[in-house]
Each structure stands twice: as C-alpha cells, then as structure tokens.
C-alpha cells in the first residue's frame, strides 16, 4: 500500500531503492545468511565470543575491588556481566542464528534492538537509561567477534544493492561519515535537525536525506520500495507505477541540470559589475579535497578535523594528523586550507574521547564543553594537533580557525598554546610557516556582538550561521521538535551577520562564512548584499551559488539589503530575498 510521510529536508534530490532498516551497531556490523552447514559452527563461535567477554568483564571485576578503584566502576561491571548473563539476550541471538541462519554479529544486532526497544518503554527515566549499558555489553561481544570474524567486509555486506536507501531512528554524525565509504542512495530517519551534524554530512555527499520523520522507522520494512525526495522532505513508501514514472523523470532532469552546471568549473566567480567573489569548499575528510578541485573551489574554507577523530579506539597521533593535513594541502596545490581545529562535543562525539572531561554525559551538551573550551581544557590534546597543523603549513598555505570563541581570554590562551606549540617544534627541529594566520569563527552572539578582540588580535573571521543561529534563537539544531523555530531569516540573525561583515571590512580583515547559509543558492544574493566575498560550502552546492554570482549586481544589491536588514518580520524579511 502506497502512503507517504513528510519531515525536514536536509539533502536536495531524489533517491528511489530498497529501505535498509539501521540501528547505529548495526552500522558496522557485517550481515550475511549462512549456508546451513555453517550454522552450528556459528553457534559455537557465539557462545566462545560471550565467554570471553565475560572473562574480560571478570577481569575488570577484580581492577574494580582493588582499593581506592572508584565504587561506579565495580557497580557498572558488576551490571554489565548480569546483562551478558541473562538469556533474555543470548539465547534470541542464538535463535536468530539457528532459525533464520543470520551471522552471529547481525543476529547480535537485531536482539540488542529488541530488548532496547523494550527499554524505551519504562516510565522510569534511569530504567530508560540502562539501554547504554546493553548497547555496551553488545559492543564488547561484537569486538570479540569481529576479531575472529570471517573476512566479509562491510562494504560488500551493505552494497550488495546498489540503491540502499538506510532508515534510522536517528544517526549521528560518526554514523553516517561512514556513508563515504558505503555507496548509500539516501537516507531517512525519525530525529534531527536540518542544521545537525548528521544533516551537513549528507549533503557534502550529496545524497538525498530527510529528517524529523517520526515514524519512518516503526512504518518501514527491510526492503519496501521508498522514494526520498530530498528537496521537499517527503517520502514515499511502496509508489504505484504512477508516482515511480514521475519521479525517475525528475531524477533525471535534476542529473541534467547539475550536468549543466559543471560548464561553470572553471568561469570566474564574478559578479555582474565586476566583484571577485571567492567560493571555497567544506570538506570532512582529506579525500573530500579532490571533490573540492573538481568543481574549481578557490581553497578549503572549513576543514572539520572532528572528523579525523570519529568511529576509532584511540586518538589520531601527531604524525597521523601531520599526514591529514599535508595531504589536504597537497591536493589543493597553491590553494589556502582553513583548519579547524577539533570542535568535538554536542552532536558530535568520538569514542576515542569517551573518558575526557568533554564527553561526559553533560546536561545541556550544546552549552557545555564543546569545540574550543573542551581544547582549551585538554592542552596535551590540543598541542599534539596544533603542532601537527602547523607541520603541515610547511607544505602549502593552511591558515587555522577556531571555533566557538566568546571570551577575549580563550584567544590569548589559543593563541599563546599556539607559540607554545610552535617553540616545541623549534626544539624539536621541525619546519613551519611561523606567519601561518589563525582566525575565529564568529558562531556566538556575544563575539559578533564585541568584534573588538578578534579584529585586534587575529587575521581573519569566518561566520559559523549554524551555530549563530541555534544560539541566537535558543533552538537545539538537532532537535526536530524546535526545528520550526529555525530561522535563519530572524532579523536578529541577519543583523548579527551582516553586522559582522561590516565590522571585519571596515578594518580589511578577510570575512567569510562558512555555516550552511554560504551554500544555498537562493541566500547568495542576500550575503552579497551585505558586503560577503568569501563564501564556504559542500563542494557540491558551489557551482550553484557561483551561478548567483555571476547573475549579481553587488552594488544594487547592498542598497536593497540595506532595506532589507531594516524589516523586522522573518516572512516580510523572505519574500523580500526572494524577489532579490
Ligand atoms: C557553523 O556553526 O555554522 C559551522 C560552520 O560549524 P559546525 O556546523 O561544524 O558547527
Ligand atoms: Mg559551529
């Protein structure tokens, strides 16, 4: 039966395949039937992979009675070998492996999710909670078995069908970083914020995505038929013929006009009357670069290294990091890479971090230890990667960004860890451009509202809109019950921005922005009306905005914004824009 369900867009396009049902261990688990005479080896390599996890789990027991261990750690072991213990878990496992011939890793998987289903279901909000502690007990068995499991990589396992299109209750941004490497179509799933983490990502992969669905997840089966129309946030279960014609039609058109678009690589980024408009790209990942050069970005504007940190054991060491990003600036020739520096927290975790004070469970993670407060709190973390980002500016020209600044002290600290960084280097004979610039991200009201230390004491600003705008407006923007309250054209945001620009030009420092706002084609006109000539987006939205440019008349356009910024109504503010 064909019915649809509609939440936020967050990836333009449209992707039609199978539904791939996900929880996040799911993610990284491979699944594959066994052939039945594997199935009672299955079952002994099962039973093996729990009895080591419990002999590892009484062996943390005995660390934990030792006196002065802390008393949580025995209590959290003492919990976690009772769940590995109770059949509840086990023995559907051993179902699943017996009866419907899944491997041991996936049948994990699929009890974990029911028992956690059930937990979701207590009134009792620390019951509720107790769900974490299954997850890990899972995650401990599944390390075992993925030690001695059967080569079947994940890519094969998951890309077995090339138009996957992964529903989810939620994804995190680990989770779906990992989509780089697995060939998805799209992906829906039943939380989030069109400015999360998880919601950026798919777009610098360029799939279409919708989140906020609500019930995507209990609605959809493995394998129904679904449309995801990434542009208007709908999604379509089960089409009738009809409806499918249609939107392989559209599909098609789209993948014409992007086609259309790559007549653009290499024009100048020039507006009507003349103005240089710069377009660089975001990117996550060093291999993100090359996308960046193929579609003619004048640099990287935003390298988000969280990520290098993301879906890992241990930390990224200094010559890892090094090599990160040396390759970025190698791959972008003569070009200028802008490094951020880690901005982990809030949405975006990374296990490797899982016991630093910035990973706690804060109460309000978007106001907590996030991006540079967490750096400045962990100075040996943060030294190892500012000496690995200024190696690498031997190599090309990186400039390095901070995020999250509000306080005129958080810079003299960054900046004064930055010269100590750089004497250890000396000490240690290592090459660097001692001129390397370090700029700010201008992602709090209350650093766009006092510039004066950042004009003073850096060399160029970059404007974060995503973060601008979640804490001017107070909106979780991973919270898809605000998500309505997102509102980019708030007045009080526009004047933050452009206030911005303003102050960073009257003084000839470099201003860009690099939050979502740089890279959608109908605000371009907007922000060049405010004075922007430095834009920062997914490589695949910038030959749409470079054609804004070109269609641009800057001066016409700074007397119209000037009217513009003097509305106070967010829909009089948008029709407005829109007939820019
Ligand atoms: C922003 O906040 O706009 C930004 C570019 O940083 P991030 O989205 O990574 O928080
Ligand atoms: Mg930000």
């Known amino acids: ?30 699944q594959y039937q066994l052939r039945e005479r594997d199935v009672a080896g299955e079952l002994i390599r099962f039973d093996k992979a729990v009895a080591t996890a419990s002999a590892e789990l009484d062996a943390l027991r005995v660390d934990a009675s030792v006196p002065g261990a802390p008393a949580e750690l025995s209590a959290f072991v003492g919990l976690h070998a009772m769940i590995l213990a109770d059949p509840a878990l ?11 011939r899944c491997n041991a890793e996936w049948a994990m998987v699929q009890q974990m999710q029911l028992v956690v289903d059930q937990f979701d279901e207590f009134e009792d909000a620390y019951l509720r909670e107790r769900k974490q502690d299954i997850v890990q007990v899972v995650e401990r068995v599944l390390k075992v078995l993925q030690g001695k499991a059967r080569k079947l990589s994940r890519r094969k396992a998951v890309t077995a069908d090339v138009d996957l299109i992964v529903v989810a209750n939620d994804l995190s941004p680990a989770d779906t970083i990992q989509f780089k490497s697995l060939r998805i179509g799209g992906f829906v799933t039943d939380l989030g914020g069109s400015t999360s983490h998880t919601a950026i ?41 009809g409806v499918l014609a249609e939107y392989r039609l559209r599909k098609t ?46 640099g990287v504007g935003l390298f988000r290294t969280e990520f290098l940190f993301m879906n890992r054991d241990e930390l990224p060491d200094e010559d890892e990091q090094f090599e990160a990003y040396r390759s970025v600036v190698k791959s972008l020739g003569d070009k200028p890479v802008t490094i951020r520096t880690l901005d982990i927290g809030a949405d975006k975790n990374a296990r490797a971090l899982r016991n630093r004070a910035g990973n706690r469970n804060a109460p309000n993670p978007a106001l907590g230890l996030r991006a540079i407060r967490f750096c400045l709190v962990e100075p040996q973390l943060f030294l190892v990667q500012l000496r690995a980002i200024l190696r690498a500016s031997h190599y090309g020209a990186i400039r390095l960004l901070i995020p999250m600044l509000a306080h005129a002290h958080e810079i003299e600290q960054t900046l004064a860890l930055i010269e100590l960084a750089k004497t250890q280097l000396r ?21 766009a509202l006092t510039l004066g230390p950042f004009l003073r004491r850096l060399d160029f600003l970059s404007i974060g809109t995503n973060d601008l705008i979640q804490y ?109």
């Open 1 to 30: 039966m064909t019915f649809s369900l509609h939440g936020q867009a967050v990836s333009g396009g449209i992707a039609i395949g199978r539904a791939h049902l996900v929880s996040h261990a799911m993610l990284e688990v491979a």
């Open 90 to 100: 086990t023995n559907g496992v051993r179902e699943l492996i017996r009866e419907r």
């Open 201 to 241: 990502v798919a777009r610098s992969l360029a799939i279409p995505a919708v989140v906020g669905m609500q019930h995507a997840r209990s609605l959809i089966q493995d394998d129904d038929l679904l449309i995801v129309d990434g542009t208007r946030g709908v999604l379509i279960v089960d089409p009738d013929s």
């Open 253 to 298: 058109e789209l993948e014409l006009e992007r086609s259309k678009l790559r007549r653009l690589v290499t024009s100048r980024s020039r507006t009507l009357d003349g103005e240089d408009v710069e377009l660089h790209a975001n990117i996550e990942l060093p291999q993100d670069a090359e996308r960046a050069m193929e579609v003619g970005a004048d």
């Open 427 to 447: 000490e240690s004979r290592h090459k660097f451009d001692d001129r390397m610039e370090v700029g700010g991200m201008i992602e709090i009201p209350a650093a």
């Open 472 to 580: 001017t407006l107070a909106i979780d923007r991973t919270d898809d019950s605000v998500a309505h309250l997102y509102e980019p054209m708030h007045p009080a945001v526009l004047k933050l921005i452009a206030q911005t620009i303003q102050g960073a030009r009257r003084v000839d420092m470099p201003v860009a922005v690099c939050g979502e706002m740089a890279g959608n084609p109908k605000l371009t006109k907007l922000l060049l009306g405010m004075g922007l000539r430095q834009f920062s987006m997914h490589p695949s939205q910038l030959l749409e905005v470079k054609q804004q440019v070109m269609m641009a008349d800057a001066a016409q356009l700074a007397a119209r914004v000037a009217k513009i910024l003097k509305l106070d109504e967010p829909s009089r503010i948008s029709e407005q824009v829109d007939k820019l």
